[in-house]
T-cell receptor, first 112, second 109 residues
């Protein structure tokens, strides 16, 4: 079965650079979520999209932005990267409603 | 207070024993509750969902929900070394999911 695809798997950037993370949800899933997980931390909700519209916003810094495109894939854009942005970034998708999410394998971002 | 609190770990049990993981949540409107298993450096994997008060069993896993007490738990019977992971409790109060900090479980052979 198709899963949530994230790219790239690993990314190394320097401070103040820009990064773009991509997420391809499970086909026919209408909602995409982005989470950030620091070392030893629980996943922190960043932002979600339902039917290509921003649905909810969590602890996403102003330096980050995201969007969902017509083919339902989503991109998380991160600018002016800081050392503290180093983390695992997970994308998850679901059908709207009270169902468990399916997570992608994540993108490990390292800012040096 | 965090929205989702889990019993502090790490938790260590011998192989074959029952592992008990606990979680409380603060938002009374929450209707959906989940347990995720996460191996180090990997993405969370959904292992149990529960929506109604009572017990729900799936193989060696049993989830228990008590909405009046705002409490949800996960029991793992006949624990195996492969169960060693961090277990995340997740609650769905609105349009996104809130996670607890996780409990690290180690099953010793």
């Amino acid at each position: 079965a198709a899963g949530v695809i994230q790219s790239p798997r690993h990314l190394i950037k320097e401070k103040r650079e820009t990064a773009t993370l991509k997420c391809y949800p499970i086909p026919r899933h209408d909602t995409v979520y982005w989470y950030q997980q620091g070392p030893g931390q629980d996943p922190q909700f960043l932002i979600s999209f339902y039917e290509k519209m921003q649905s909810d916003k969590g602890s996403i810094p102003d330096r980050f932005s995201a969007q969902q495109f017509s083919d339902y894939h989503s991109e998380l854009n991160m600018s002016s990267l800081e050392l503290g942005d180093s983390a695992l970034y997970f994308c998850a998708s679901s059908n709207r409603g009270n169902y468990g999410y399916t997570f992608g394998s994540g993108t490990r971002l390292t800012v040096v | 207070q965090k929205e989702v609190e889990q019993n502090s770990g790490p938790l260590s049990v011998p192989e074959g024993a029952i592992a008990s993981l606990n979680c409380t949540y603060s938002d009374r409107v929450s209707q959906s509750f989940f347990w995720y298993r996460q191996y180090s450096g990997k993405s969370p994997e959904l292992i149990m969902s529960i929506y109604s008060n009572g017990d729900k069993e799936d193989g060696r896993f049993t989830a228990q929900l008590n909405k009046a007490s705002q409490y949800v738990s996960l029991l793992i019977r006949d624990s195996q070394p492969s169960d060693s992971a961090t277990y995340l409790c997740a609650v769905h109060p609105s349009n996104d999911m809130r996670f607890g900090a996780g409990t690290r479980l180690t099953v010793k052979p």
